[in-house]
């Protein structure tokens, strides 16, 4: 990445002095007429360039991050106008030491016209005045610049931000699954059932899922349903006639994504604080309609569930709407009596 802006920042600053040798050669040829052609002068070349460069470049890598970007403007305008008389003075300095020599064997004309003395207050100015609307726009295409990479820089690190806390929340996610998945087996091979071997080949799909393609950033809903059916089958496995359960789902889900693992803590909150030693229910009613999924799970609450806590997994994946969701989604916990339910409307 940095060898690719090194080469973008040298190819802008090719382009730049090629575009301002243009104009010089262009504006040169003028001379107050109508007529357009392009001239390139020896002064262009020996003066003009080589000085523009030299104080364009020392204002970019050296006063301006020495005082611009440390703030210190006033002590920043004190060096752009010393660089600036410097400049003016550098070109005066050129021009008599050789340009003026120059032309007196091979541009005589020019020679007898040529002022030849060295201090001319009002030439100086003139020319460190021209240099300065070259050092005030590549200033500003450098402040661009900077701000663009700035940008670019937030815009990455936002976005392993966003990829670190969406992995620690899965990761979260899945030992809390599995936590209540080995009891629910656990349970089961108390007992010597022989579900505990169906309860194993469902904890295998699951984990086939978790691992490989809940990986992705988004997965089809249908697949998440089945991840879903999975999850609710291991669990009638193990409460069996002391649950009472209802799933049911319509719509159009094919072709439609959503994160993965995003329904399963309603689901999974819905068996952990709705079934108890003497029994419980639980209603989940899923509905697609057009792009927007709702959710609704409710299930019994004894009065001796603790009613502050709703479990992490409802926490984890509120962040995750948040997260993954932003503005697009509608999530509602309430707890009436001896029910609660969770209703979540979702902008797939």
């Known amino acids: 990445m940095k060898r690719q802006i090194s080469y973008q920042t040298i190819v802008m600053h090719l382009l730049f ?103 001319i207050p009002v030439r100086i100015l003139r020319l460190a005045i021209e240099s300065y609307p070259v050092v005030a726009l590549t200033m500003v295409i450098q402040l661009m610049h900077n701000a663009y990479n700035q940008e670019k820089n937030l815009r990455e690190i936002e976005k392993e931000k966003f990829s670190a806390e969406m992995g620690l929340l899965k990761a979260q996610i899945n030992p809390h699954f599995f936590f209540n998945t080995l009891n629910s087996l656990y349970a089961l091979t108390l007992k010597g059932s022989d579900k505990a071997s169906k309860v194993v080949l469902r904890l295998s799909e699951l984990m086939h899922y978790m691992l490989y393609e809940a990986r992705a950033d988004k997965v089809f809903l249908k697949d998440e349903l089945s991840h879903l059916e999975n999850y609710i089958s291991i669990e009638q496995m193990r409460f069996a006639d002391r649950l009472d359960l209802c799933f049911q789902h319509s719509g159009d889900i094919s072709g439609k994504m959503i994160a993965p693992l995003l329904l399963l803590p309603f689901v999974e909150n819905a ?75 979702l902008e797939l």
């Open 17 to 119: 002095w090629l575009a301002f040798i243009s104009y010089q050669a262009i504006s040169n040829g003028w001379e107050d007429t109508d007529q357009l052609s392009f001239k390139l002068s020896q002064q262009l070349f020996t003066l003009t360039i080589p000085v523009t460069i030299l104080l364009t470049y020392f204002n970019l890598y050296v006063l301006m991050p020495v005082f611009y970007y440390h703030q210190k403007y006033l002590a920043y305008a004190a060096g752009i106008l010393l660089l600036l008389l410097s400049g003016g003075l550098l070109q005066r300095y050129i021009a008599y030491t050789f340009i003026i020599p120059w032309e007196q064997f091979h541009n005589p004309v020019r020679y007898q016209q040529e002022n030849k003395h060295f201090w």
């Open 271 to 345: 068996f952990k604080h709705g079934i108890t030693d003497d029994a419980g229910w639980i209603t989940i009613n899923l509905k697609v309609i057009g792009n927007q999924l709702f959710l609704k799970v409710e299930n019994s609450y004894p009065k001796n569930v603790n009613k502050s806590v709703h479990g992490l997994g409802l926490i984890n994946v509120k962040r995750r709407l948040e997260l993954t969701y932003p503005d697009s989604y509608d999530l509602q916990f309430i707890q009436n009596n001896e029910i609660f339910e969770a209703s979540l409307k």
